[in-house]
């Protein structure tokens, strides 16, 4: 059985993968994609995904890739906040300039799994997972971060993150989770992480805290 080349360029050995791949450039163009094929599945880095499909666990009749959507693969500044695109890397999100941004996300990011983990997989496609095990859920739920998602007719709505993560909120049919909207705090912020094992690992508990000095008398939240 020969080897297929997954959207995100993993390999997949998976009999059945998807017969049909879009790569589409555009935000609404993916989401106009996953509307006219119900049964398509949106794949980023393809890290949880394509090891879904590998093990059998997932069949998708055809990807939507959103590597090649060049708007949501870095940030930008909006009132206080930052928008992060979705497709951000934990690889970009490690870096120094970003971590003078947001020290605590990037803490998280530098810790999650080993390089080549960390140069595919996104921003969004661990918030789309909502594993318990996500390096960066516990720290965007701390800031009150929120979702911009992207759906048909070119529609956005705004959820707080920690809606998605508690099922209070969920993406609808052709939806797309588009940027993160993290608030800028300038005050001190940290990301700890326990693993089973030395070196890389999925966390066994993880915790963020952050100081928001804009809640008057510093509020400090955190979220396990
Ligand atoms: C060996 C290994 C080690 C790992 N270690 C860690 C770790 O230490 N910490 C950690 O947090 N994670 C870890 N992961 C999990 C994974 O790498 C992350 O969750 C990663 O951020 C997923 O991003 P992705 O782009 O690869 O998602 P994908 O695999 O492409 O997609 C994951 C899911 O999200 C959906 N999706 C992707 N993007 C969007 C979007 N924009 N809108 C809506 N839905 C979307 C997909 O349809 C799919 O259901 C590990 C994975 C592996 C294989």
């Known amino acids: 059985m020969g080897q297929r080349e997954g959207a995100a360029g993993l390999t997949t050995h998976a009999p059945q993968a998807a017969q049909a791949v879009t790569l589409p450039t555009t935000l609404d ?20 995904l394509m090891a879904a499909v590998n093990s059998g666990l997932l069949r998708p009749a055809a990807l939507v890739g959103l590597g090649r959507i060049s708007e949501i693969r870095g940030w930008q500044y909006q009132d206080g906040h930052a928008l992060l695109g979705a497709g ?9 300039d970003f971590a003078a941004l947001i020290p605590a996300l990037a803490a998280a990011a530098r810790a999650a799994g080993p390089p080549h983990i960390r140069n595919a997989g996104t921003l969004g496609g661990n ?21 911009i998602i992207a759906g048909p007719g070119g529609a956005r709505r705004e959820i707080p993150v920690s809606h998605l993560l508690a099922g209070m909120d969920m993406l609808r049919a052709g939806e797309l989770i588009g940027y993160v ?27 963020a805290l952050v100081l928001d000095p804009r809640a008057g008398a510093c509020a400090a939240r955190w979220a396990p």
């Open 88 to 96: 951000l890397t934990h690889a970009r999100m490690g870096r120094p």
């Open 29 to 48: 163009e993916a989401v106009a994609a996953l509307t006219a094929v119900p049964a398509a599945v949106p794949v980023a880095g393809g890290t949880d």
């Open 181 to 207: 909207r993290v608030p800028l705090l300038h005050a001190p912020q940290v990301f700890l992480k326990a693993t089973g094992r030395t070196g890389p690992g999925r966390a066994v508990a993880s915790v």
């Open 127 to 147: 918030i789309a997972s909502a594993a318990p095990t996500g390096d960066a859920l516990p720290v965007l739920a701390a800031l009150e971060a929120t979702l």
